[in-house]
């Protein structure tokens, strides 16, 4: 499941002209990354520069955050601005849940919140107990053990709360998914109040009221909130509501700001409104352990507001580490104490708990991609084709395996799912996983929720856990949805620039119109710009482990230079001589100096760089040693003036340029039809010979030694775009033929079996009476069967389903269909058998020769093994305990009975005890068939994997019925039930609608 991360980077994801598949020349290894690099609207542009005052810079920023219009300028540098409706109007349950709150206030009820034990649920939970004290609430609080008993509120929680006298639960963060504990806290006359921001589940808690934002339209300001958010709003309205928000609105703000950014909330709409406020108010806190965390964190002597930054890695791993490995009490205790004294000791503490969280993450991570490395050299793991990671280990820390989860997905691009074993025995699995944008990771846990013990989430990041045993079936379905999700293309962590500059452009008056985009963070990330081909001219590894790079860059026509620092980036050490990077722009203040510095977050070879005015007056005729150009001097080249023609008689792509022609001949197309070596010629002879990957190019005139070149030169690097934009065009042209090729012959394919089914369906006989006696004679030739029975086999099917059938399967379910009326007295075993045939053609015998097939193709001795051993047996009764572990089955009495029981006619009945298989089955073997069913093309595969229980209910039904109508006479109750099962009735439909007629 890991590609090679030592493989050099390639530009193939940026967009322009620039050379798309560079290999480093010196240096070693460079990050795997896929730029993103923006598409400008300079009309745009402009307009926002006239409308702010701001650079074209700052104004190409603006517009890659979606804003394009003086109003929308306006509220996003202004967050004040922002008009916010009444948090009562929009959401509907705030109303019952103040009421709730007065009352018990009044009544003088115990309240106990319920919170969870990351930095959001903390904050939330010191947020409303600050609140409600001052409010003169008798309140308490619960948080669940994060190693023992996971997340939310559980039914421990509950029980506890009710000994105690508890007459109201509030939730923080939590308890949108807790069904089961909230109806049993409603069960024992408690009150529930549920506030939280996770994804709405298919059914709502019965609580009294719930807050939730995802429960809001999608233009709410407010839908974006954190749990703290919610918490916030509840807080300060029920302050309002009592009129008594002196001395209260201030403290909650700043917690407020501390559980927003460390949960990674999007700072838009209110959030960023309300952020803004408390940065401002943080170097000043009212919250004494909110001032000593702050001091130890080393940021005391901040004479102006805190970033998002600041929050986001320094105070909030401190507040989360506890929650990680130690008791969240103590980050309550820190954010509720008036004690000076106690609010230092618990930051201290706090500082303590994060250096060993520090520790077992660099420990785990070194772990982890020692492992993953192993595992890819050894050929186990292949990240193309699985497109996702999954690795369990034993003995890792599970409370901060989600942070290594998110620097693996820094590092191999691709989803990560990361557990270890709960208990001694290695019987549980449990984790965390982290996404990319484009994989959805709550979708994809809810494709394994059958073998799942619990999980939740959302898009980008989730926990779960599961039995050892499912390990195989779960990484299976994990990486079916990879795959049906993530494209090769996907496969390398993606940097989002908003802007090309220059190092000259990066002046401290920029950084401080850069700080009207603040605050950044979620959904509005610092700006990041990129600037072509910086020479580096000093490089050394810093920081206690070394895994720091410290850079010194200067840009080529300008002879600007600038420090730059890498984090975590000592692996790549020492980078190559040119480089293209992409950075955020920060300040760096030492010892009383504040100087600009480029924090790096993307770097790949060095691509030609953009030209200035000044490269273009100096470029007319002449090489980089001042000689005459071979080649003719030409004008620099817009996408326009590239027209690549088509073949003629020589090899490569002619293609015109500012009105000369000129022919480009691949030599190493790259990946994904990228080409970075490749020659172009023109009709005097001369050849310019082009080496992206080495960043070379040499000219070769008609007689003469080839001689080095300087590709950067303006009239070489524009015909190099022109030639490799050509070869990229055609390729494209290409692959758009052989797709045209690839559909036409797929419609040919379609006309010749509708001609055949055409042809069929005239060979067909004319209806004919026959009697049962006749159709018992037909037997198993089903070719020359009556169709009398079609329109009501293909009414009882549908049109749809019964289109899917093959010709002999029809005829099958025709034979299947008495042409009698119904006679309690009849024997309807050949009939019945008749159905079973056609379930047998249209289920097992696809599902045997898929599976024969796919073990063939992959090798995998263990499931060729399996396929041979089902292929022997070809019975339907080895398909129930391959698909589930129990299963709905008819009782014996059922089976022997002529007429319909009164009693239960079914009973469980679990794999082990199933007399139909002839041979044992086990988890792994189940995991080998859900393997093969996650790829195999079938309609029958999505059903047998989503439905397993009922699949295996209904073919080991089929065949109990079938060895009745194969041992004696079959009673009329037992055929109607097995056409039921087969074709359906009513709105129950059968196992060939389930199959057939499922959407898609």
Same mark, same amino acid.
């Given at each position: 499941?890991?590609?090679?991360?030592?493989?050099?980077?390639?530009?193939?994801?940026?967009?322009?002209?620039?050379?798309?598949?560079?290999?480093? /020349?010196?240096?070693?290894?460079?990050?795997?990354?896929?730029?993103?690099?923006?598409?400008?609207?300079?009309?745009?542009?402009?307009?926002?520069?006239?409308? *702010?005052?701001?650079?074209?810079?700052?104004?190409?920023?603006?517009? !890659?955050?979606?804003?394009?219009?003086?109003?929308?300028?306006?509220?996003?540098?202004n967050p004040e601005a922002l008009r916010l409706p009444s948090p009562l109007a929009e959401f509907p349950d705030l109303e019952v849940g103040l009421e709730l709150l007065k009352d018990a206030i009044a009544t003088q009820t115990d309240i106990a919140i319920c919170g969870d034990y990351d930095a959001d649920g903390m904050t939330?939970?010191?947020?409303?107990?600050?609140?409600?004290?001052?409010?003169?609430?008798?309140?308490?609080?619960?948080?669940?053990?994060?190693?023992?008993?996971?997340?939310?509120?559980?039914?421990?929680?509950?029980?506890?709360?009710?000994?105690?006298?508890?007459?109201?639960?509030?939730?923080?963060?939590?308890?949108?998914?807790?069904?089961?504990?909230?109806?049993?806290?409603?069960?024992?006359?408690?009150?529930?109040?549920?506030?939280?921001?996770?994804?709405?589940?298919?059914?709502?808690?019965?609580?009294?009221?719930?807050?939730?934002?995802?429960?809001?339209?999608?233009?709410?300001?407010?839908?974006?909130?954190?749990?703290?958010?919610?918490?916030?709003?509840?807080?300060?309205?029920?302050?309002?509501?009592?009129?008594?928000?002196?001395?209260?609105?201030?403290?909650?703000?700043?917690?407020?700001?501390?559980?927003?950014?460390?949960?990674?909330?999007?700072?838009?709409?209110?959030?960023?409104?309300?952020?803004?406020?408390?940065?401002?108010?943080?170097?000043?806190?009212?919250?004494?352990?909110?001032?000593?965390?702050?001091?130890?964190?080393?940021?005391?002597?901040?004479?102006?507001?805190?970033?998002?930054?600041?929050?986001?890695?320094?105070?909030?791993?401190?507040?989360?580490?506890?929650?990680?490995?130690?008791?969240?009490?103590?980050?309550?205790?820190?954010?509720?104490?008036?004690?000076?004294?106690?609010?230092?000791?618990?930051?201290?503490?706090?500082?303590?708990?994060?250096?060993?969280?520090?520790?077992?993450?660099?420990?785990?991570?070194?772990?982890?991609?020692?492992?993953?490395?192993?595992?890819?050299?050894?050929?186990?793991?292949?990240?193309?084709?699985?497109?996702?990671?999954?690795?369990?280990?034993?003995?890792?820390?599970?409370?901060?395996?989600?942070?290594?989860?998110?620097?693996?997905?820094?590092?191999?691009?691709?989803?990560?799912?990361?557990?270890?074993?709960?208990?001694?025995? +290695?019987?549980?699995?449990?984790?965390?996983?982290?996404?990319?944008?484009?994989?959805?990771?709550?979708?994809?846990?809810?494709?394994?929720?059958?073998?799942?013990?619990?999980?939740?989430?959302?898009?980008?990041?989730?926990?779960?856990?599961?039995?050892?045993?499912?390990?195989?079936?779960?990484? /299976?379905?994990?990486?079916?949805?990879?795959?049906?999700?993530?494209?090769?293309?996907?496969?390398?962590?993606?940097?989002?620039?908003?802007?090309?500059?220059?190092?000259?452009?990066?002046?401290?008056?920029?950084?401080?119109?850069?700080?009207?985009?603040?605050?950044?963070?979620?959904?509005?990330?610092?700006?990041?710009?990129?600037?072509?081909?910086?020479?580096?001219?000093?490089?050394?590894?810093?920081?206690? !482990?070394?895994?720091?790079?410290?850079?010194?860059?200067?840009?080529?026509?300008?002879?600007?230079?600038?420090?730059?620092?890498?984090?975590?980036?000592?692996?790549?050490?020492?980078?190559?001589?040119?480089?293209?990077?992409?950075?955020?722009?920060?300040?760096?203040?030492?010892?009383?100096?504040?100087?600009?510095?480029?924090?790096?977050?993307?770097?790949?070879?060095?691509?030609?760089?953009?030209?200035?005015?000044?490269?273009?007056?100096?470029?007319?005729?002449?090489?980089?040693?001042?000689?005459?150009?071979?080649?003719?001097?030409?004008?620099?080249?817009?996408?326009?003036?590239?027209?690549?023609?088509?073949?003629?008689?020589?090899?490569?792509?002619?293609?015109?340029?500012?009105?000369?022609?000129?022919?480009?001949?691949?030599?190493?197309?790259?990946?994904?039809?990228?080409?970075?070596?490749?020659?172009?010629?023109?009709?005097?002879?001369?050849?310019?010979?082009?080496?992206? /990957? +080495?960043?070379?190019?040499?000219?070769?005139?008609?007689?003469?030694?080839?001689?080095?070149?300087?590709?950067?030169?303006?009239?070489?690097?524009?015909?190099?775009?022109?030639?490799?934009?050509?070869?990229?065009?055609?390729?494209?042209?290409?692959?758009?033929?052989?797709?045209?090729?690839?559909?036409?012959?797929?419609?040919?394919?379609?006309?010749?079996?509708?001609?055949?089914?055409?042809?069929?369906?005239?060979?067909?006989?004319?209806?004919?009476?026959?009697?049962?006696?006749?159709?018992?004679?037909?037997?198993?030739?089903?070719?020359?069967?009556?169709?009398?029975?079609?329109?009501?086999?293909?009414?009882?099917?549908?049109?749809?389903?019964?289109?899917?059938?093959?010709?002999?399967?029809?005829?099958?379910?025709?034979?299947?269909?008495?042409?009698?009326?119904?006679?309690?007295?009849?024997?309807?075993?050949?009939?019945?058998?008749?159905?079973?045939?056609?379930?047998?053609?249209?289920?097992?015998?696809?599902?045997?020769?898929?599976?024969?097939?796919?073990?063939? /193709?992959?090798?995998?001795?263990?499931?060729?093994?399996?396929?041979?051993?089902?292929?022997?047996?070809?019975?339907?009764?080895?398909?129930?305990?391959?698909?589930?572990?129990?299963?709905?089955?008819?009782?014996?009495?059922? &089976?022997?009975?002529?007429?319909?029981?009164?009693?239960?006619?079914?009973?469980?009945?679990?794999? *082990?005890?199933?007399?139909?298989?002839?041979?044992?089955?086990?988890?792994?073997?189940?995991?080998?068939?859900?393997?093969?069913?996650?790829?195999?093309?079938?309609?029958?595969?999505?059903?047998?994997?989503?439905?397993?229980?009922?699949?295996?209910?209904?073919?080991?039904?089929?065949?109990?019925?079938? +060895?009745?109508?194969?041992?004696?006479?079959?009673?009329?109750?037992?055929?109607? &039930?097995?056409?039921?099962?087969?074709?359906?009735?009513?709105?129950?439909?059968?196992?060939?609608?389930?199959?057939?007629?499922?959407?898609?």
């Amino acid at each position: 499941m890991v590609q090679d991360s030592s493989n050099p980077i390639g530009a193939g994801e940026t967009e322009g002209l620039a050379p798309k598949s560079w290999v480093s /020349s010196g240096g070693g290894r460079l990050p795997r990354q896929r730029w993103r690099l923006p598409v400008s609207d300079p009309a745009l542009v402009s307009q926002l520069v006239e409308i *702010t005052g701001l650079s074209p810079l700052v104004a190409q920023v603006l517009s !890659q955050r979606g804003v394009v219009s003086a109003h929308q300028a306006t509220e996003f540098l202004n967050p004040e601005a922002l008009r916010l409706p009444s948090p009562l109007a929009e959401f509907p349950d705030l109303e019952v849940g103040l009421e709730l709150l007065k009352d018990a206030i009044a009544t003088q009820t115990d309240i106990a919140i319920c919170g969870d034990y990351d930095a959001d649920g903390m904050t939330s939970t010191a947020l409303l107990l600050r609140a409600l004290r001052l409010l003169g609430a008798r309140v308490s609080y619960s948080i669940p053990s994060r190693m023992g008993e996971g997340y939310g509120i559980n039914q421990r929680i509950v029980e506890d709360c009710h000994r105690a006298g508890v007459g109201l639960i509030l939730t923080v963060d939590n308890g949108i998914a807790a069904r089961d504990p909230i109806t049993r806290a409603r069960e024992l006359g408690l009150a529930v109040i549920v506030t939280d921001h996770h994804d709405i589940p298919p059914q709502l808690p019965p609580a009294n009221a719930i807050l939730n934002p995802k429960l809001l339209p999608q233009g709410s300001p407010y839908r974006g909130m954190a749990g703290v958010g919610v918490a916030y709003i509840l807080a300060v309205c029920l302050a309002q509501a009592l009129h008594q928000t002196q001395d209260l609105t201030a403290p909650l703000l700043e917690l407020f700001t501390l559980g927003t950014i460390a949960d990674l909330a999007p700072l838009t709409g209110v959030n960023r409104r309300w952020v803004r406020r408390g940065l401002s108010l943080l170097p000043r806190s009212r919250i004494l352990g909110v001032q000593a965390l702050i001091e130890v964190a080393g940021l005391a002597d901040q004479n102006k507001p805190l970033k998002p930054e600041h929050i986001g890695f320094r105070l909030g791993p401190r507040i989360n580490a506890v929650g990680r490995l130690s008791d969240p009490e103590i980050v309550i205790d820190l954010l509720t104490t008036d004690d000076v004294g106690r609010a230092l000791e618990r930051a201290m503490q706090c500082e303590q708990i994060n250096t060993r969280r520090q520790e077992l993450c660099q420990q785990i991570e070194q772990e982890a991609i020692a492992w993953c490395e192993h595992q890819q050299h050894q050929g186990h793991l292949d990240l193309g084709a699985e497109r996702l990671l999954l690795v369990v280990q034993p003995q890792w820390h599970h409370g901060v395996i989600g942070i290594v989860a998110s620097r693996l997905v820094e590092r191999y691009g691709v989803p990560v799912f990361i557990g270890t074993y709960e208990d001694e025995d +290695q019987k549980m699995v449990r984790g965390s996983a982290r996404g990319v944008p484009e994989f959805d990771v709550f979708a994809a846990l809810e494709t394994c929720s059958d073998l799942l013990e619990k999980f939740g989430g959302h898009r980008a990041a989730g926990g779960f856990s599961f039995a050892t045993k499912h390990l195989r079936q779960v990484q /299976s379905r994990l990486v079916n949805y990879a795959c049906q999700h993530l494209t090769p293309d996907l496969l390398k962590p993606v940097v989002c620039i908003d802007a090309q500059a220059s190092l000259r452009d990066l002046t401290p008056g920029l950084y401080e119109q850069i700080d009207h985009l603040h605050p950044c963070g979620i959904e509005n990330p610092d700006p990041v710009f990129w600037t072509p081909a910086l020479e580096v001219i000093d490089q050394q590894l810093v920081g206690r !482990q070394q895994d720091h790079l410290k850079l010194e860059l200067r840009e080529l026509d300008s002879h600007t230079t600038l420090k730059a620092i890498a984090w975590r980036w000592g692996e790549y050490y020492p980078l190559p001589a040119t480089i293209d990077v992409a950075y955020k722009l920060k300040q760096n203040e030492w010892q009383g100096a504040t100087t600009l510095e480029l924090e790096l977050v993307g770097v790949r070879p060095a691509s030609c760089p953009s030209l200035t005015p000044r490269a273009r007056e100096g470029a007319a005729g002449q090489t980089s040693d001042g000689s005459p150009s071979a080649l003719p001097p030409l004008p620099l080249a817009t996408p326009e003036s590239v027209h690549p023609g088509a073949q003629s008689d020589g090899p490569g792509v002619a293609f015109a340029y500012s009105q000369r022609p000129y022919r480009v001949s691949p030599i190493s197309p790259g990946d994904e039809g990228q080409f970075s070596q490749f020659t172009i010629s023109n009709s005097e002879g001369q050849t310019l010979e082009v080496d992206l /990957s +080495q960043g070379q190019a040499a000219l070769c005139l008609p007689g003469q030694s080839p001689r080095s070149v300087n590709l950067h030169e303006p009239h070489y690097l524009n015909l190099i775009q022109a030639g490799q934009r050509a070869l990229e065009l055609q390729h494209l042209h290409q692959l758009l033929a052989a797709r045209e090729s690839q559909l036409a012959e797929r419609d040919r394919q379609i006309q010749t079996l509708q001609t055949r089914i055409a042809a069929l369906e005239r060979q067909l006989p004319s209806p004919a009476p026959a009697d049962t006696a006749a159709l018992k004679e037909l037997g198993d030739r089903p070719e020359a069967l009556a169709d009398s029975p079609q329109p009501q086999v293909r009414q009882a099917l549908g049109e749809g389903v019964w289109a899917c059938l093959a010709a002999t399967t029809q005829a099958h379910l025709c034979h299947g269909w008495p042409q009698q009326p119904a006679a309690a007295e009849a024997d309807y075993s050949d009939p019945a058998q008749s159905l079973v045939r056609a379930v047998v053609e249209e289920i097992l015998q696809p599902l045997l020769g898929g599976l024969q097939d796919y073990a063939k /193709s992959s090798g995998d001795s263990a499931l060729e093994a399996l396929a041979t051993n089902l292929h022997q047996r070809h019975s339907l009764a080895s398909l129930p305990p391959l698909l589930s572990e129990s299963w709905q089955g008819l009782t014996l009495k059922a &089976l022997a009975a002529v007429a319909k029981p009164r009693g239960a006619l079914r009973q469980t009945i679990t794999a *082990t005890a199933w007399e139909g298989g002839a041979n044992p089955v086990d988890d792994s073997d189940r995991g080998l068939l859900d393997e093969f069913l996650q790829g195999w093309d079938h309609p029958m595969a999505a059903w047998l994997t989503s439905a397993q229980a009922e699949a295996a209910t209904y073919l080991a039904q089929i065949y109990q019925l079938d +060895q009745v109508a194969r041992s004696q006479p079959m009673p009329l109750w037992q055929y109607q &039930l097995l056409q039921q099962l087969v074709l359906g009735e009513g709105r129950r439909p059968g196992i060939l609608p389930k199959v057939f007629g499922r959407p898609g």
